[in-house]
């Protein structure tokens, strides 16, 4: 199997060629021809900052939120800031405390919205598919409608890639969502979490704080023989802001205890007979 060599892309999940002797992916190439400015983009990233005096703060509780967090507070000193975790019903107990200590340690007002994502999950377990881009745009939506009833411009998320080549973006109603953590490399956010009261709870798959990601995982795998996160994850390999070795632990199929599949398929409604485990 092809594997490119720039990335942790192969293919099962991309195109390769063999360009003058070397395998890439067509995302690769694309890259090498576009590069992403990483200079330019901090500086955006500043300049933006610099013009924030209020903001929600997308959180969850995992730990890019709570890096972003971190940085919009003690980095960016941003005069106002709220942090608003969306629980979609099957957000880990571990992430829900580790907001609540952190926001508390920070002295950041802490507020939780519920609901319930059943629909978006039971779809995605049921047709073996990934959750996350449906969850991700109904999250980002209520947290545009959530800042333009309170009076907020500005979303700061967790993201570490950007927007194409710019670390933000322009929500409809005027709202601006600003990726703080665009081309952070993930030892740069380890090293905060390790000045902060964080504690990484044992979740299976890349996440600190969603119960559904593990047992999507586990589906896709077997029924594509690989990661739905793998095309991610390998764009944080190409940017640099992830090692190859540390790619490849993240994307190995991941082991779901028994626990949390009972949990998971209790608050679903579903059997495991129905999904052909």
Not at 233 to 241: C, E, N, S, T
Request: proline content about 5%; hydrophobic content about 40%.
């Amino acid at each position: 199997m092809l594997r490119c060599s720039l990335c942790v892309n192969d293919e099962r999940t991309s195109r390769i060629d063999i360009i003058d002797g070397r395998p890439l992916c067509r995302e690769c190439q694309v890259y090498l021809k576009h590069p992403v400015d990483r200079e330019k983009i901090r500086r955006e990233l500043e300049e933006i900052m610099g013009k924030v005096e209020r903001a929600v703060v997308a959180y969850s509780g995992g730990k890019d939120s709570v890096v972003a967090l971190y940085l919009a507070k003690e980095v960016y000193k941003v005069p106002e800031l709220e942090a608003v975790m969306i629980d979609h019903g099957l957000m880990a107990e571990e992430a829900i405390e580790n907001a609540k200590r952190i926001a508390e340690y920070l002295d950041v007002p802490f507020r939780i919205l519920r609901y319930d994502y059943s629909d978006i999950f039971r779809n995605a377990l049921l047709k073996a598919q990934s959750p996350c881009r449906a969850c991700s745009r109904r999250t980002m939506e209520k947290l545009r409608k959530y800042a333009l009833r309170h009076g907020y411009i500005y979303i700061i998320t967790g993201h570490e890639l950007p927007f194409g080549h710019h670390p933000y973006r322009l929500m409809s109603g005027g709202v601006i969502q600003v990726r703080l953590l665009s081309m952070m490399t993930e030892k740069e956010r380890f090293e905060i979490l390790r000045k902060l009261p964080f504690e990484f709870p044992e979740l299976p798959g890349y996440t600190t704080n969603c119960l559904i990601l593990g047992p999507a995982l586990q589906l896709y795998w077997k029924k594509h023989n690989h990661s739905f996160e793998h095309r991610r994850i390998a764009a944080l390999v190409r940017y640099g802001l992830m090692s190859r070795e540390r790619a490849e632990e993240q994307l190995k199929k991941p082991e779901v205890p028994e626990e949390q599949w009972r949990l998971v398929l209790k608050k679903l409604g579903l059997e495991k007979e129905k999904l052909n485990l």
